[in-house]
Nanobody
Framework: QVQLVESGGGLVQAGGSLRLSCAAS????????MAWFRQAPGKQREFVARISPRGSSTYYADSVKGRFTISRDNAKNTVYLQMNSLKPEDTAVYYC???????????????????WGQGTQVTVSS
């Protein structure tokens, strides 16, 4: 069992930055590939970024590539999402996820997620 708690969301102006954190409970955090998803009002939840269990492999959605960076600290059971050059279209609830599997060169499907966090709101004003 893994419990995930996100933090770091808020209101920021376009062009600004935010850093999201996701603290995980459980001794097996380092076994899980971790991901961030987001869901904007009226839209489906979408994949944002993925990191392998040891942090050696990352993958990003095209919409955030070059602006967002996912990282993890297994000693602290925490995964991060550094978001730079934020745009109004980045406004969404951001969810941390622990996945059951991963593959090089691919993101994570919602169906492959074993555990979800409760979400944190990110609002980017123009």
């Amino acid at each position: 069992q893994v419990q995930l708690v996100e933090s770091g969301g808020g209101l920021v102006q376009a062009g600004g930055s935010l850093r999201l954190s996701c603290a995980a409970s459980g001794r097996t955090f380092s076994n899980y590939p971790m991901a961030w998803f987001r869901q904007a009002p009226g839209k489906q939840r979408e994949f944002v970024a993925r990191i392998s269990p040891r942090g050696s492999s990352t993958y990003y959605a095209d919409s955030v590539k070059g602006r967002f960076t996912i990282s993890r600290d297994n000693a602290k059971n925490t995964v991060y999402l550094q978001m730079n050059s934020l745009k109004p279209e980045d406004t969404a609830v951001y969810y941390c996820a622990a996945a059951g599997s991963w593959a090089y060169g691919m993101g994570i499907r919602s169906d492959d997620v074993d555990y979800w966090g409760q979400g944190t709101q990110v609002t980017v004003s123009s």
